[in-house]
């Protein structure tokens, strides 16, 4: 199973920046000084990678190695390009199915939502640059391998994808408890794409206000919600029942 790859060594992963990699985060060592490390933080601002600043002794768990106060974590997989994606979906299909992920932090519910979507036709997955769990090996084993058979793109903003998906005649619809429509009364059968938010704080309220639709999923039971990943599950299979209903 390919996990992802750690980079370490200042000079090592400014090469990998200005080549291009997909760096899911970048940890770099607390107090650390000089012209070359601030080089790195430069650049780290400049392409919005996810960074964090660590003690000594987390990096000497990260790798062996010299690291020299920095190791990146490089995605196992290719991110795509959204507006590239959505040309290439809409050219072969009338009503795709997106899936957009704000602020998602655990990499295992991540995981198990990358192999709902491959197994539920989804056509793409949409996270943040900055905030969003990373593709890593504990990402991959939980998507069964999902992972390389479904396409993900990385955006600087939610709300860029979400003008983006709304430009292309596909609506958005925002799994939410903030409104008294349920997923059953909303028609999933035409092109859309459905937003899920973070464990905690749900979906932001500014992508929550130019949404095209909000759906909560009904509750009965105590506990007012429920895990990220089953929610989406829940909401990918009603549109997986909606749209082969329409065809029957």
Known sequence: MQNEITLYGIRAILEAIDAGKSIDKIFLQ???????????????????????????????????????????????????????????????????????????????????????????GVDGIVVPKKGSAPINGDTIKTSAGAVFNIPICKVDHIKDAVFYFQSSEIQVIAATEKTNTTLYNVDFTSGCAIVMGSEGKGISPSVLKISNQKAKLPMFGRIGSLNVSVACGAFLYEAVRQRHSSEL
């Open 30 to 120: 607390k107090g650390l000084r000089g012209e070359l490390f601030l080089k790195l933080e430069k650049q780290i601002r400049q392409h919005r990678i996810n960074c964090s600043y660590v003690p000594i002794e987390k990096l000497n768990r990260l790798t062996p190695n010299n690291h020299q106060g920095a190791v990146a974590q490089i995605a196992p997989i290719q991110f795509q390009d959204l507006d590239q994606l959505i040309a290439e979906v809409l050219s072969v299909k009338k009503n795709p199915l997106f899936l957009v992920l704000d602020q998602l932090s655990d990499v295992r519910n991540f995981g198990a939502i990358i192999r709902t979507a491959e197994c539920t």
